[in-house]
């Protein structure tokens, strides 16, 4: 069973940084794409970041320039580095896989930013 587990949340003042990572399990094969969604309260889930197996990445606009996604490889985690961060930035983050035509999810992690 393909699991992914985030971590690397917390509470965090404005100006501040934190790095995100997700722990892909279950399977032997590669993700097409991985990526960083967010959901702030009342809003929809929304793309923060995406990267793509051969190493193509792209940002929302809110986040670009502030936030990295990277990873090594494919047996290594998914990272978020987030810098500069802003209260707008608060939300609940979710790493999320495209394995084939299957779209992976994690249970999400939270990110609070204090001004």
């Known amino acids: 069973q393909v699991q992914l587990v985030e971590s690397g949340g917390g509470l965090v003042q404005a100006g501040g940084s934190l790095r995100l990572s997700c722990d892909a399990s279950?399977?032997?094969?590669?993700?097409?794409?991985m990526g960083w969604y967010r959901q702030a309260p009342g809003r929809q889930r929304e793309l923060v970041a995406i990267?793509?197996?051969?190493?193509?990445?792209n940002y929302a606009a809110a986040v670009k320039g502030r936030f990295t996604i990277s990873r090594e490889n494919a047996k290594k985690p998914l990272y978020l580095q987030m810098n500069n961060l802003k209260p707008e930035d608060t939300a609940v983050y979710y790493c999320y896989g495209r394995l084939g035509l299957v779209d992976y999810w994690g249970q999400g992690t939270q990110v609070t930013v204090s001004s």
């Open positions: 990267i793509t197996s051969g190493g193509d990445s």
């Open positions: 279950g399977s032997i094969f590669s993700f097409n794409v």
